[in-house]
Each structure stands twice: as C-alpha cells, then as structure tokens.
C-alpha cells in the first residue's frame, strides 16, 4: 500500500529565513506527487505537482519541489518565507496504475512563520 | 463558478444519531472523494467514487457510508455517530484521475458528544 511520510511536524521560522520541508513516499511504480497547502481557516490549495520531466518543480507564491526518484522523496523548498506562508503544507501522492485517482496524503506540517 | 460545495459547514450531534454530507460539484468531475482531516493525521481517505453509480472504500470506512447516485452530488453518511467521528470532513472531485488536481470544498466540521 502506498503511504507517504512528512519528517516536520511543526516548523517555526523567522521571515526571511529559507524552508525545506521533508516528504517521503512508499511505492515501487510511476507515481504522481503533489504538495498542498491549507491557511488558517480555508480548504486546501495545490501548490505544485510533479508528473514527469524535469524533477525540480516551480509552484504558486515562490515554492519549489524537487523529485528524487532513487531516495523517493520530493521535499518542498522555498528560498525566503514571509508571515503569510504560515499555515498547513500536506503532501500527497497518487498512483497512475491504481486507475481511482485518489491521493494519499502525509500527515501535514505546521508551519509558523514569526514576524 | 460555484467548484466543490459542502453542506452544513458545521454540526453537532450527539452519539448514535444519524446524518448526511451532502458534497454538490458543478465541473462535470468523475472522481469524487471524502477526506476526514485529524490533527497530526493529515487527510485519510474515506470512500470515494470514480463515477456516477459507483462507490469505494477508502482508508477509514468504516462507520460511514456513501452514495453517487447522481454524477454531481456525492453524499457521506453516518448511521450511528460516534464521537471518534469528530472531525473535519473535506470533499473534493477531479476531473480526470491521473493528472489533474484536486479541487476540495471548504470543509464540515463535526462534533459528536
């Protein structure tokens, strides 16, 4: 079965400081990966995907994601937070060959950014 | 452009009784999920349906059941409330299973006493 892991689960940050947030996934086939974000008090947003090609990925708001397939990781990376960036990162994975579509998220991380 | 809606956003109930979830999407979507989102659990899948008629379980079935009997409208039902079942509850739909995202609703927060 697949499962994804999320290594923080809670991040406190000084604004402008740089952020990596760790996610690992177990499965052995061809995988999509997503990263999502929640803000305090709304639903969750996508804020980047990887399906193939080049493994580093751009997403909304300055975040990157880069997919490393021999470590099965696709950690979340973003040179400079800001206040605003304070909320729920999730990350997901979904399995092409399992034909239903649906994501298996991570168990989130917090992420506090201090003014 | 209504997406994904969830009705009630809120309620209480007390253990045992009975209630459904109504999720209504107007993006002609086939897959549709239900989320339950725990602190420290992130989202765990509870059924989903990949088109009108059908149904399956997730991760966390169990206490809850489903229907899609309409391609639109995707409901959660909970026979006999527990309070384990306190949660938020999430639907979302997509319209094709491989490649594109996920589109969530706002979100039913539930309290079971």
């Known amino acids: 079965a697949q499962s994804v892991s999320q290594h923080n689960h809670h991040v406190i940050l000084s604004e402008a400081a740089s952020l990596e947030l760790g996610c690992n996934y177990s499965y052995g086939g061809t995988v999509n990966l997503f990263w999502y974000v929640q803000y305090p008090g709304q639903h969750l947003q996508l804020l980047l995907k990887y399906f193939s090609g080049d493994p580093l990925v751009k997403g909304i708001k300055g975040f990157e994601a880069e997919f490393i397939k021999s470590k099965f990781s696709f950690n979340l990376r973003k040179p400079s937070v800001q206040w605003s960036d304070t909320a729920e990162y999730f990350c997901?994975?979904?399995?092409?060959?399992?034909?239903?579509?649906?994501?298996?998220f991570g168990q989130g991380t917090t992420l506090q950014v201090k003014p | 452009n209504a997406g994904v809606t969830q009705t009630p956003k809120f309620r209480v109930l007390k253990t045992g009784q009975s209630m459904t979830l109504l999720c209504a999407q107007d993006?002609?979507?086939?897959?549709m999920y239900w989320y339950r989102q725990d602190p420290g659990m992130g989202l765990r899948l509870i059924h989903y349906?990949?088109?009108?008629?059908?149904?399956a379980k997730g991760e966390v079935p169990d206490g809850y059941n489903v229907s899609r009997l309409k391609k639109q409208n995707f409901l959660l039902g909970l026979e006999s409330a527990a309070p384990s079942q306190t949660s938020v509850y999430f639907c979302?739909?997509?319209?094709?299973?491989?490649?594109?995202?996920?589109?969530f609703g706002s979100g039913t927060q539930l309290s079971v006493l």
């Open positions: 979302a739909s997509r319209l094709d299973r491989d490649r594109e995202k996920l589109f």
């Open positions: 993006m002609n979507h086939e897959y």
């Open positions: 997901a994975v979904n399995a092409p060959s399992s034909n239903t579509g649906k994501l298996i």
């Open positions: 349906s990949v088109g009108e008629g059908t149904t």
